[in-house]
């Protein structure tokens, strides 16, 4: 059994649900098909997601709803109208959004994620009456019905353990299974979202709950590429790889996948495999537990942009024990996470994502710093670039980090921070943002050459 996922771009329009149905009657092994609400159709063009999130924040703003209600429901009209589906289809998901509209719950936030989630729940709904049109056994399954418990944080649940035990009974369901992605519901029975690009998170939930051999996530590129095709051209395609190097890949910018995605499928071992709904006959990136070695210990190389640092230093610092306890202290105090914190004898710098701070905040931070650890200095960076090179393969090379820094500094690229996990699977440079799209080009050059 396979479960297949289709993002957005995938079901944007008619035409792509077309080509998703043709991908699901090609492999009867696909079983359980999980959807993304309707994404873009072109560049310019609103996903449902963005077009719900107006509608409810209208609502919640107590302004007139008929404009953005409008255009949601346009968007559905014009798939089933293509599709040929039955007014049924269409009716229902009014009535749906309409209810959803009527709710009246504690908080912006809960809110919010009723009414997103129509997006992907309608979605599934009018998936599988096309399925069924065209003579295929499908059906809808919501996932409250299904058991997906999930924590109780708006915007961010966590699927709970015992969740699994229900939802391993879909693989027992007659035919063909569509589940919306991106939410399930608390023990409370209110509906919850994973973080946004959740419905791979989803998928990947089922993938593991009923053991399939494999969970296929469709999207709309061939592959995973060793570097993003808009900093460098032509990009050498990514065919097999493993959890971790796609993990610290998404985490460092990477858009095929939610960084935490593919956490179910790696804990069950279930082999992950990104394709093209555009082109179902190429072979895709195949994600496994492990992989063979090859030559080039660099799979791939990412960047993020927006990160801060906040700079501290002090004499003996190395000496003074709970320092670094104190000082995170203060930042867990703000509510502020930590992405790496690389240090010397006298001071340590803290990397964190600048969107976390304000002014007020930032000056209060400062202030706690000198006041409580008596430092010599303390000051804020901002405009920082993450870049990353992803392998598993540098774990028993020598050389990376001297060949990566000489390509830098032959760019004229300043190295602000060096950061490597003891596992050695990436190797993290903190530079300045302006330097990020020439970094990732002559780190590419220098472990991959130019394209053949």
């Known amino acids: 059994m396979k479960v297949a996922k289709f993002g957005g771009s995938s079901v944007a329009n008619a035409e792509q649900i077309k080509k998703v149905a043709a991908i699901i009657k090609a492999d009867n092994k696909r079983k359980i098909v999980v959807v993304s609400a309707p994404g873009k ?18 609502k919640v703003a107590d302004q007139p709803v008929e404009a953005a209600f409008n255009a949601v429901m346009n968007r559905y009209e014009s798939i089933a109208n293509d599709l040929e589906l039955n007014r049924d289809v269409i009716a229902e998901i009014e009535a749906d959004l309409k209810n ?155 858009s095929v996948f939610h960084d935490e995605a593919l956490i179910p499928a790696f804990r069950n071992d279930i082999p992950v495999c990104v394709k093209n709904t555009n082109n179902p006959k190429c072979s895709g990136t195949l994600i496994l537990a492990e992989r063979e070695r090859s030559l080039n210990p660099i799979i791939g190389i990412a960047s993020d942009e927006g990160f801060a640092t906040i700079y501290v230093r002090k004499y003996l610092m190395n000496r003074e024990v709970g320092f670094g306890r104190h000082l995170l202290q203060i930042l867990e105090d ?55 090179l992803v392998g598993e393969g540098m774990h028993n090379t020598v050389g990376v980090t001297a060949r990566a820094s000489s390509a830098l500094a032959k760019a004229g690229v300043n190295i602000e921070m060096i950061n490597q996990g003891s596992s050695e699977v990436s190797l993290v440079f903190g530079i300045h943002s302006k330097d990020t799209k020439q970094a990732v080009r002559v780190l590419y050059e220098e472990f991959f050459g130019q394209k053949q």
């Open 100 to 254: 959803r509209l009527e709710q009246t719950v504690a908080g912006k936030g809960r809110f919010l994620d009723i009414m997103k989630a129509s997006g992907e729940d309608n979605n599934a709904k009018l998936i599988a009456a096309y399925l069924s049109k065209i003579g295929l056994k499908a059906t809808y399954i919501n996932p409250k019905d299904a058991g997906l418990l999930v924590s109780d944080e708006p915007g961010n649940a966590q699927v709970l353990p015992e969740a699994y035990e229900a939802l391993a009974k879909l693989a027992e369901i007659d035919g063909i299974v569509v589940f919306p992605g991106f939410f399930g519901f608390s023990k409370l029975g209110n509906l919850v979202t994973f973080p946004r690009g959740g419905s791979d998170i989803t998928g990947a939930i089922l993938a593991a709950a009923v053991q399939a051999e494999l969970y296929e996530n469709f999207t709309d590129v061939d592959s995973v590429y060793a570097a993003n095709p808009f900093i460098v051209e032509d990009p050498v395609e990514i065919k097999r790889m493993t959890y971790r190097e796609m993990r610290e890949l998404s985490y460092a910018g990477f």
């Open 41 to 58: 159709r072109y560049a310019d063009d609103a996903k449902m997601t963005d077009l719900l999130i107006a509608l409810a924040e209208a």
């Open 334 to 388: 703000a509510g502020i996470s930590y992405e790496h914190i690389p240090s010397g004898i006298d001071d340590t710098s803290v990397i964190i994502r600048q969107t976390q701070l304000s002014d007020q905040l930032e000056n209060a931070i400062i202030e706690r710093i000198k006041e409580e650890l008596n430092v010599d200095d303390v000051h804020i960076e901002h405009d920082f670039a993450m870049v990353m």
